[in-house]
Nanobody, 118 residues
Framework: QVQLVESGGGLVQAGGSLRLSCAAS????????MGWLRRAPGKGREFVGS????????NLVDSVKGRFTISRDNAKNTVYLQMNSLKPEDTAVYYC???????????WGQGTQVTVSS
């Protein structure tokens, strides 16, 4: 069983930056693909990006490429989402999730709110 806790959300002006963290307990994350997803007000859940268990390959949705980066520190059992050049449309609750390779996300955090003001 993996417990995930996100942190680092908040209110920021457009053009600003935030770094979200996703800390895991209960089990090492080293074998899991880690994803970040978000849900904007009135919208469905959207995939933001993911990082493979080794940390070497990341995958980001086009709308955040060049602005967001994903990294992980398996020694700290933590995954990060660095968000730069934030836009109002990035406003959402951001969730981290864990999946074994090739499988659906199995474990989810409770989410952290990111609000970008114009």
């Amino acid at each position: 069983q993996v417990q995930l806790v996100e942190s680092g959300g908040g209110l920021v002006q457009a053009g600003g930056s935030l770094r979200l963290s996703c800390a895991a307990s209960g089990q090492t994350l080293s074998g899991y693909v880690m994803g970040w997803l978000r849900r904007a007000p009135g919208k469905g859940r959207e995939f933001v990006g993911s990082i493979r268990s080794s940390g070497g390959i990341t995958n980001l949705v086009d709308s955040v490429k060049g602005r967001f980066t994903i990294s992980r520190d398996n020694a700290k059992n933590t995954v990060y989402l660095q968000m730069n050049s934030l836009k109002p449309e990035d406003t959402a609750v951001y969730y981290c999730a864990a999946a074994l390779p090739g499988q659906s996300y199995e474990y989810w955090g409770q989410g952290t709110q990111v609000t970008v003001s114009s």
